[in-house]
C-alpha cells in the first residue's frame, strides 16, 4: 500500500537531547512538510522540501532540523534548543506541480519531554 | 497572505440531524480550499477540495461543502450525521504550487465535533 510511515508513534525525550523522527514515503511525491500540532492552535509548518538536498524554513524553524538524501525520507531532528518540544507532529507529502492537490499525512509522532 | 478562520471551537449536534462545521478564508488570488479530518492521536484524513467549477463539493463520507465567494467562506456540513463523525476538523487553504513556499497548507485551529446518540 502507498502511504507515509511515521516512527516511532511516541517518543519521550530528557532535556538537553536531540531527537529524530522519522517520516518516509513511498507515494513518489517530491513534497514533503513537517507540521507541528498543539491544542487549539491548529497545524503549523516547521520546515518543507520539494526537491533532494534542498528545504526551506517554516513558520516555526527554530530548534529543529531536516535533511533530505533521499526523495522519499524527510527526517525531523528536535534539537535541545527547542525550548517547547511536546507536541504532536505530523509529517506531508504531496504532488508538486499539480495546483490544488491534496497532501496526504502519516499517523504522527507524539513527542513527550520528560 | 492566506490564511483560515473557524469561528466555532466545537460543535455538538444530535445523531441523525444536520450538521456545519464553519469556514471563512482570506486569499490572495485563486483560492484552493480543503477539509481534513482527524481521530483521536491519528493523523489527517483527506474530506474534499474546492479548486474550481461546482460550488458544492461533494467529498467522502457523506460530507459537502459550500464554497461562497462573496462571504469568503467554505462550510462543511453533512445532512445526517452520526455519532462516528465525531472527531477533529480542520480547514485548510492551499498556495499556489508554484514559488517558494510550494503548496503549502494554512490551517484553521480546528472544530471538534461532537455527534451525540
Known amino acids: 500500500d502507498g502511504g507515509i510511515t511515521q516512527s516511532p508513534k511516541y517518543l519521550f525525550r530528557k532535556e538537553g537531547q536531540n531527537v529524530t523522527l522519522s517520516c518516509e514515503q513511498n507515494?513518489?511525491?517530491?513534497?514533503m512538510y513537517w507540521y507541528r500540532q498543539d491544542p487549539g492552535q491548529g497545524l503549523r509548518l516547521i520546515y518543507y522540501s520539494q526537491i533532494v538536498n534542498d528545504f526551506q524554513k517554516g513558520d516555526i524553524a527554530e530548534g529543529y532540523s531536516v535533511s533530505r538524501e533521499k526523495k522519499e525520507s524527510f527526517p525531523l531532528t528536535v534539537t535541545s534548543a527547542q525550548k517547547n518540544p511536546t507536541a504532536f507532529y505530523l509529517c506531508?507529502?504531496?504532488?508538486?506541480?499539480?495546483?490544488?492537490?491534496?497532501?496526504?499525512f502519516g499517523q504522527g509522532t507524539r513527542l513527550t519531554v520528560v | 497572505a492566506q490564511s483560515v478562520a473557524q469561528p466555532e471551537d466545537q460543535v455538538n449536534v444530535a445523531e441523525g440531524n444536520p450538521l456545519t462545521v464553519k469556514c471563512t478564508y482570506s486569499?490572495?488570488?485563486?483560492?484552493?480550499l480543503f477539509w481534513y479530518v482527524q481521530y483521536p492521536n491519528r493523523g489527517l484524513q483527506f474530506l474534499l477540495k474546492?479548486?474550481?467549477?461546482?460550488?458544492l463539493v461533494k467529498g467522502s463520507y457523506g460530507f459537502e461543502a459550500e464554497f461562497n465567494k462573496s462571504q469568503t467562506s467554505f462550510h462543511l456540513k453533512k445532512p445526517s450525521a452520526l455519532v462516528s463523525d465525531s472527531a477533529l476538523y480542520f480547514c485548510?487553504?492551499?498556495?499556489?504550487?508554484?514559488?517558494?513556499?510550494?503548496?503549502?497548507?494554512?490551517f484553521g485551529r480546528g472544530t471538534q465535533l461532537t455527534v451525540w446518540p
Open positions: 486569499v490572495s488570488g485563486n483560492p484552493y
Open positions: 485548510a487553504v492551499r498556495d499556489p504550487m508554484v514559488g517558494s513556499t510550494l503548496g503549502r497548507l494554512y
Open positions: 506531508a507529502s504531496s504532488i508538486v506541480g499539480r495546483e490544488g492537490t491534496e497532501a496526504f
Open positions: 474546492y479548486i474550481t467549477g461546482d460550488n
Open positions: 507515494l513518489n511525491h517530491d513534497a
